[in-house]
């Protein structure tokens, strides 16, 4: 008997994408055992972390007491990560963020990290570079949410915006949950900026894009993890036209090997959202490590992750660098047209 352990915000806001990728994670659970892939039992235990760095890591503590747990899928936010990162270490349990891009992580020295997503700085390169030379920007604003997630994103940013020469006007902070936006507002709308880039979850950039709006406030709105399946323009509603966002992965559905995982995860569940496939994915890496060791032992299933080299997922081929990045992750740019998230490049 073994447990895949899933954490992710299941509860509040961010349970809007939590919960659709604890359904990629069963789904790949479920698979594998009708297919007969693993020798053993093999369990999903979902755990909801809030989106909170403190129970995060209450949750890690517990999940290393589990001799059952031999790997964990999450978490999905850069601060939960970094909080739990540290107590799987200790504990020689293998953790596979989907969708955690905070560039960090990956500094820690952690033996136990690996990542399925791009990161933090390789999105915000790729926001900058399209702003700077696809928009032409050439006055800038950022606004981000102090969290482990945001503020590096936009410290990323804004460093690669005054490489190319576009000069920074006003950098604002908010909190995550926060709702009413009006000093800020007041604020980017006094800069007179050309571009506004958010350091914000799916759900502040939402509401954030409407505040703005309402407000009359032009300028372009550019922000991160809103590829096919973010909940951004339902939220967002008509103020999400335009907007540009980058994901910190590929789009799935232009993969040929995709499909299929697509069209049972739509069949079952609805549309599959932002780090879906990811999560996918980071379910299949420990199963297939699961089914390579034949035991259900953490310490086996930890080596064979670090030297998988073959593996071919939904997202394409996943080969793990010493630090537990991805090697070669993509980045790709997004726009909302006609209320669709829209692939650009």
């Known amino acids: 008997m073994a447990k895949i352990a899933f954490l992710a915000p299941l509860s ?11 359904h990629a994670v069963a789904l790949a659970i479920e698979e594998a055992r009708e297919a007969g892939q693993v020798p053993f039992p093999v369990e999903l235990l979902a755990l909801d972390d809030q989106a909170d760095p403190h129970k995060a890591r209450e949750l890690a503590q517990v999940l290393i007491k589990d001799s059952e747990v031999v ?10 990560s970094r909080a739990a990162g540290a107590v799987y270490a200790a504990g020689g349990l293998a953790q596979i963020t989907p969708s955690s891009t905070n560039s960090d992580l990956a500094r820690q020295g952690w033996q136990t990290f ?6 933090n700085d ?3 390169a790729a926001a900058a570079r399209y702003a700077l030379d696809v928009l032409q920007v050439q006055r800038v604003a950022v606004v981000h949410d102090n969290t482990d997630y945001g503020c590096p994103l936009a410290e990323a ?4 915006i005054r490489q190319g020469g576009a000069q920074m006007v006003l950098v604002e902070a908010i909190r995550l949950g926060q709702r009413a936006f009006g000093d800020t507002v007041n604020r980017l709308k006094a800069v007179e900026c050309d571009l506004i880039y958010f350091g914000l979850t799916e ?6 894009t409407r505040a703005l709006r309402a407000a009359g406030v032009r300028a372009q709105l550019f922000g991160a993890d809103g590829g096919r399946g973010s909940p951004f323009p339902r939220l967002a509603g008509e103020a999400a036209e335009g907007v540009y966002e980058t994901y910190a992965g590929v789009d799935a559905w232009s993969m040929p090997k995709a499909q299929t995982f697509l069209n049972r995860y739509q069949g079952r569940y ?12 980071a379910a299949c890496i420990l199963l297939e490590a699961i089914r390579r060791t034949g035991a259900p032992d953490r310490g086996a299933v930890l080596a064979e992750l670090k030297g998988l080299n073959d593996f071919v997922g939904v997202t394409g081929p996943v080969l793990f660098r010493p630090d537990g990045n991805r090697q070669n992750a993509r980045v790709t740019i997004w726009q909302v047209i006609r209320g669709e998230m829209t692939l650009l490049r």
Request: hydrophobic fraction near 40%; aromatic fraction near 10%; charged fraction near 15%.
């Open 114 to 119: 690996f990542r399925v997503c791009a990161t």
């Open 122 to 124: 390789d999105q915000a």
């Open 270 to 281: 609805g549309d599959c959202p932002i780090f879906g496939p990811e999560a996918y994915d």
């Open 12 to 22: 509040g806001p961010e349970s809007v994408v939590g919960i659709p990728m604890m």
């Open 203 to 208: 759900i502040e950039s939402a509401f954030l």
């Open 71 to 80: 790997g964990v899928v999450g978490h999905k936010n850069s601060g939960p």
């Open 157 to 160: 940013f804004i460093s690669t």
